[in-house]
Nanobody, 122 residues
Framework: HVQLVESGGESVQVGGSLRLSCAVS????????MGWFRQPPGKGREGVAI????????VSSTSVKGRFTASQDIAKNAVYLQMDSLEPEDTAMYYC????????????????WGQGTQVTVS
């Protein structure tokens, strides 16, 4: 049974940093693609980072490249999103998700989702 639980979201000032965590049950970290997505108020869901399971290599979207870094810890069954130089446009609900199919930024490929954690930048 796969469960994902995000934490670490909070209100932060412009230019600040946050580290989001996603605790994963179901022994899938390192075996399946993990992704981080966000949904700003009134907007659609956007992929911000994906983690390739075999290598742990992470790719960030162009909108956050150079500021956000995703990582995984197989021993802890967790994935993380380090967010630096935060901007008001980063305000959103952030979700981690797992894909049993392809490692892409398209949320349609992700079958398992956490409940989200709110990040507010002002």
């Amino acid at each position: 049974h796969v469960q994902l639980v995000e934490s670490g979201g909070e209100s932060v000032q412009v230019g600040g940093s946050l580290r989001l965590s996603c605790a994963v049950s179901g022994n899938i970290v390192g075996r399946h693609c993990m992704g981080w997505f966000r949904q700003p108020p009134g907007k659609g869901r956007e992929g911000v980072a994906i983690i390739y399971p075999e290598t742990g290599a992470a790719v960030s979207s162009t909108s956050v490249k150079g500021r956000f870094t995703a990582s995984q810890d197989i021993a802890k069954n967790a994935v993380y999103l380090q967010m630096d130089s935060l901007e008001p446009e980063d305000t959103a609900m952030y979700y981690c998700a797992a894909s049993m199919l392809m490692c892409v930024f398209d949320s349609e490929y992700y079958a398992y989702w956490g409940q989200g954690t709110q990040v507010t930048v002002s």
